[in-house]
């Protein structure tokens, strides 16, 4: 199958920290890919190089064959890339209607500068309906229609996790980077978290990367798992394979006693 | 709906305005008319303000506009209002295109003390410069509209009328544009740069035009303001001009297009009450007012006269 | 400190002024002119101190929990009052304070007569800045206060008494600028307006040296300096815009300043 992203070679170093050394990953169109590897392994890293607001001080990402290096994140989510971040990156003082309504917005802007001056009413491109309603569907696939009205700084932790996560769908990626998307979501809800989110994107055909913690979760969901330590990947394969590799076991996952 | 009742108010005053206008006396109608000047360079304002971005020195762009009206007159003679404050608005539009490649990266003191100093520049290059009357400054023509020179008693209220007209207009522009998308944009940028950069949009290019806009309406004051006062001098680029903006826009509030105007015509009786008092110390008055009305009254006078609660 | 503080420049007028008032006083009253240094430097912390104080316990303290825009805004807005202040305290009519200026006479370089008390203005500058410098890296309140200025909350949890620390900082940065205005007050005529052209100036010389570094202050300071005196001895019409063109071209090329410091990660 064709790579959708191609990252080759990668370093990045801050000072005496090496976040990424050599890291190389051929992501495939269509594919879910889980990241695991302990904190400061260089998962976010990897995402923030991918997205932009890094730049790596050796190698390349391609994306469809472009590369996308040097571009801002802002550019890289025109081409359609988005991410979610590990600390949901919401507009606090905006209602959770109008965090995504921003979004909309955007897109509209994207799809031609008389779009940034449009009307309310005018039909959202990729979606076809004024920009509230999309705006509603969107917040109802993630449960978050009844708090339309509430500002966006009240939501508890799970809410704010989802919201960010549907701020990134806004504009319909092809590829869609989620930074620990259950991260500080109770155990119960985890699986039902995921298996939303993970709807949500292939309905509209995306590759997903996902970083998570939850082995479990990575067991359920990814078809092929990347093990990062000390700024390298050092397991590529399934995610029982990759559970089982010994390294991984080492320096991620732990021996089970 | 909201915005249609906004439209609604801003026609009826205008109509009020040309209407009764006639009746007011000439000192009334000249408060009016510099209301109204002020009124949209705080409009300027609080547009950027609903970024986050405080502006120190809107008066660059309002003594622009002044400056622009002026010459216009004394090297060209010509004293069309209406042309005057479109050649004003241009100019300051034109200065702010220049001047955004730099001031737009910037946020909070920097932004705020990059603009203060630019109007200070300004100040000082129109202080030396000879040609415009340095520190005097010099008179401008009375006003003519469309080529028709009003007599005497109907200078005042043909201002008044162009100057409402041009307010209207400017104030039906700003309600619409806070409905698209750009306009919804400010708050955004206020709240959380990054998501809006990971959102797809520039942060810097939609302050870039933001302030743009700003000082498009300072400069259309600003040359409002100099035609009705009948002169210009270098103070009006000084830092205490850009504090009566200020001053004004903590007045109004970020609520309506309309709140600017009140809080100019509020501040014109604060500012003549402070004069009155103690002409030596009224600019320590006003900090005074100000600071109080940032503590006590942050969203503006505006809030007052809400009804009903916006926001659970 | 992460507040916006325009009144800043106020403190650099109050400074002077009560250098140049105080000193003036001093003198007449027969004391040695040697003894005039004391005093400007005395004048300054005197009057400023009180100032600071009731400032940032008066007003500041009850709004840092606010929005930054609100706490520039206050600082402006006491910015307009002290500039009143100064008037009524000392009227719009200049001072003068030659004495301190005059007395240490001057020393020839390459033919011209080069004033000794600027080397004093100079030294006292590296000493002021090397102190502070060591202050804040090379002492535990200095660093303390960095942590502080870094993180209130967890330097509030971590048992710091941290409103303590702000009133310091206040103090500290706001005593600084008064001692700036007090040194200078010699070699100018003190008037009203002091505080906005020092704003102006100095805003020039944080953006080019960098946020927050003080060794970029301390280089900003200089490029200023020089780009100003050059200016004024070839072009003086332009003098304030060559400096904010130089300002200009700095940001082009490193939009963070010369010297920026590292940025704490966001995500």
């Known amino acids: 199958m064709p790579a959708v992203l191609d990252a080759q070679g990668l370093c990045k170093t801050f000072g005496a920290v090496t976040a990424a050394a050599e890291v190389s990953a051929a992501i495939e169109k269509d594919s879910v890919v889980g990241l695991i590897g302990t904190n400061g392994a260089g998962k976010t890293t990897f995402i923030n190089m991918i997205t932009g607001y890094l730049k790596p001080d050796r190698g390349a990402i391609h994306y469809e064959g472009r590369d996308i290096t040097r571009l801002p994140p802002r550019e890289i989510t025109r081409l359609g890339i988005c991410r979610s971040f590990q600390i949901p990156q919401l507009y606090g003082s905006l209602t959770v209607l109008d965090n995504v309504m921003v979004g909309i917005g955007i897109v509209l802007r994207n799809a031609g500068l008389a779009g940034y001056l449009s009307r309310d009413d005018v039909p959202v491109p990729g979606f076809g309906r004024p920009a509230r309603e999309v705006a509603e569907q969107l917040l109802g696939r993630f449960g978050l229609l009844e708090d339309r009205g509430r500002n966006a700084q009240v939501l508890p932790g799970g809410a704010r996790k989802l919201l960010d996560i549907a701020l990134t769908m806004v504009a319909k990626p092809r590829v869609l980077l989620l930074d620990e998307p259950t991260s500080g979501v109770s155990s119960g809800e985890k699986f039902g978290i995921m298996q939303m989110v993970l709807d949500a994107a292939r309905a509209e055909g995306a590759t997903v990367l996902f970083v998570e913690h939850d082995m479990e979760v990575v067991s359920r969901f990814a078809q092929r798992v990347l093990a990062f330590y000390d700024g390298r990947i050092i397991a590529d394969a399934a995610p029982k394979a990759a559970l089982d590799d010994p390294q991984v076991k080492r320096y991620v996952v732990g021996h089970r006693a | 709906m909201r915005h249609d009742r906004t439209t609604t108010v801003i026609i009826a005053a205008f109509v009020l305005l040309v209407v009764a206008g006639k009746w007011l006396p000439q000192w009334a109608m000249f408060i009016m008319t510099i209301a109204l000047a002020r009124g949209l360079v705080v409009l300027g304002l609080l547009l950027l303000l609903r970024a986050g971005l405080v502006s120190f020195g809107q008066a660059l762009f309002y003594c622009i506009g002044a400056y622009a009206a002026g010459a216009l007159g004394r090297f060209f003679g010509i004293s069309d209002i209406f042309i005057e404050m479109l050649v004003g608005g241009v100019l300051a539009a034109a200065t702010a295109f220049v001047l955004g490649f730099l001031l737009a990266r910037y946020r909070g003191i920097f932004f705020g003390l990059l603009s203060l100093a630019l109007s200070m520049i300004l100040y000082g290059l129109l202080v030396k410069t000879e040609a415009l009357g340095s520190t005097d400054g010099f008179n401008i023509l009375p006003s003519t509209l469309f080529g028709w020179k009003p007599g005497a008693d109907w200078v005042r209220y043909a201002v008044l009328v162009s100057a409402g007209a041009v307010v209207a207009f400017a104030c039906m522009l700003v309600h619409r544009y806070l409905q698209t998308p750009l306009g919804r944009l400010a708050p955004a940028i206020k709240d959380n740069e990054i998501r809006v950069e990971y959102m797809g949009a520039s942060a810097r290019h939609a302050v870039h035009v933001m302030y743009v806009i700003a000082a498009a309406l300072a400069g259309i004051g600003g040359a409002l303001a100099a035609t009705t006062v009948g002169h210009i001098d270098p103070e009006m680029a000084y830092w205490t001009s850009s504090g009566e903006f200020i001053f004004i826009a903590i007045l109004a509030g970020t609520g309506n297009v309309l709140a600017p105007f009140v809080g100019a015509l509020i501040y014109g009786a604060i500012h003549t009450m402070a004069y009155d008092l103690s002409p030596n110390t009224w600019q320590m008055s006003l900090g005074v007012a100000l600071l109080v009305l940032i503590v006590f009254l942050p969203e503006g006078v505006w809030s007052l006269g809400k009804l009903r609660a916006r926001r659970t | ?267």
């Open chain 3, 1 to 267: 400190m992460k507040i916006v503080n325009v009144t800043h420049g106020s403190f650099y007028a109050i400074g002077a002024y009560a250098a140049a008032s105080l000193t003036a006083a001093w003198l007449a009253q027969g004391y040695p002119p040697i003894s005039s240094y004391a005093v400007l430097v005395g004048a300054a912390i005197l009057v400023a101190a009180p100032f600071a104080i009731a400032i940032e316990r008066g007003i500041l303290r009850f709004l840092y929990a606010r929005d930054e825009v609100v706490i520039l805004l206050v600082t402006y807005a006491l910015f307009l009052i002290l500039e009143d202040v100064v008037k009524l305290i000392w009227g719009v009519n200049p001072y003068y304070i030659a004495q301190p200026y005059a007395l240490l006479g001057s020393f020839q370089v390459a033919g011209m007569a080069y004033p000794t008390y600027n080397l004093v203005l100079v030294a006292a500058a590296v000493l002021f800045g090397g102190g502070l410098a060591w202050f804040l890296h090379g002492t535990r309140a200095g660093k303390l206060l960095l942590a502080v200025i870094h993180d209130p909350e967890i330097s509030r949890a971590m048992g710091v008494n941290v409103n303590r620390f702000y009133l310091a900082t206040f103090l500290l940065g706001s005593v600084l600028a008064a001692l700036a205005g007090a040194f200078t007050a010699p070699t100018v005529s003190v008037v009203p307006g002091l505080g906005v052209e020092v704003i102006v100036l100095s805003f020039a010389v944080v953006v080019i040296g960098g946020l927050g570094s003080l060794p970029g202050a301390a280089l900003g300071a200089v490029i200023v300096g020089v780009v100003r005196s050059l200016s004024v001895h070839y072009l003086p019409q332009v003098e304030l815009f060559v400096i904010y063109f130089v300002m200009a071209v700095v940001l082009a090329l490193r939009p963070r300043g010369l010297f920026s410091l590292a940025e704490p990660r966001k995500i």
